[in-house]
């Protein structure tokens, strides 16, 4: 087992959404302290800190997480809306993924399916993936995942602050991203794996519904997202069907100076990395 980063520009690039299934243990309560400290330490507006978090690590209560994840994963796949939303970020081969820099390379799929890969994963062949029971396939894997997952994360945010029709409500969510991400560095360097159960959501209605039962935010908080949570298992097998994100766009495709559109290319001297001044 590979030892967790400590350096902070080495927990930055080592952080990544884990697909895989997590260890079979709880995690321990200081390690769960310290995310929760970490989630404490992000800049909100005024010091409101309007993040509320709820452990859930209740094996009955994820086993019902884990029913509504794989129902929504079968939902959303099988309606096609998810192909016409989110196809645009699909990449089909090394060179693909290298070359745009940003979205999923679906490097891992069914023997009998790969042939069929870039028709399958399309708007077109989502009917086919239908008959090919696709949806059920990635539903019982998220059903699973999620189910098994030591820990699930609910985030709330106070409704006296997050009012989406006012500043307040952009502040809030950029609060609220800030502190997730602080919660994902230190998840990291402490070897535990994090990834976002965002199906209910896609799915909408009486799954995200549920969800909420479940959470049982009272009425001044809202519930905005949900994690699973667990020591990662670096000998674990894949999903049947997976993908990848590792690659970025050079800082040059999305940085740039004085003005819009002007790419910044960063000076460096051939010694320390050090940016001339």
């Known amino acids: 087992m590979q030892n967790p980063p400590r350096d902070i520009f080495d927990v930055i690039k080592q952080r990544r959404t884990v697909n895989e299934y997590f260890l079979d243990k709880p995690l321990a309560e200081h390690d769960i302290k310290m995310l929760m400290e970490a989630a404490s330490r992000a800049p909100s507006h005024f010091n409101s800190q309007p993040w509320r978090f709820v452990l859930i690590r209740d094996a009955e209560r994820r086993k019902e997480l884990g029913k509504i994840a794989g129902q929504s994963m079968r939902v959303v796949m099988e ?13 089909f081969s090394k060179e693909e993924i290298e070359k ?5 390379y679906i ?4 023997a009998p399916l790969k042939p069929f890969t870039r028709y399958l994963f399309s708007e077109k062949g989502g009917e086919m993936m239908n008959k090919l029971r696709v949806p059920w396939i ?21 409704k006296d602050e997050y009012k989406p029709e006012e500043k307040s409500g952009m502040y809030c969510l950029l609060a609220l991203g800030m502190a997730i991400e602080n919660i994902w560095l230190a998840a990291t360097a402490l070897d535990i794996g994090m990834q976002f159960i965002s199906l209910p959501m896609e799915a909408g209605g009486e799954y995200w519904q549920k969800c909420i039962e479940l959470v049982q935010p009272p009425p001044e908080y809202e519930l905005i997202a949900l994690f699973r949570l667990g020591y990662i298992d670096h000998n674990i097998k894949r999903p049947k069907i997976d993908w990848t994100s590792k690659q970025r766009k050079d800082v040059s495709e999305f940085c740039y100076e004085e003005s819009f559109g002007r790419a910044w290319q960063p000076k460096l001297d051939g010694t320390n990395g050090a940016a001339k001044l």
């Open 107 to 110: 490097d891992n799929i069914p």
């Open 138 to 158: 990635l539903a019982i894997d998220s059903k699973k995942l999620v189910a098994s997952s030591p820990l699930i994360l609910g985030v709330l945010l106070s």
């Open 100 to 104: 745009s820099g940003d979205g999923i």
């Open 79 to 91: 309606k096609g809306n998810f192909w016409k939303r989110y196809l645009k970020y699909f990449r």
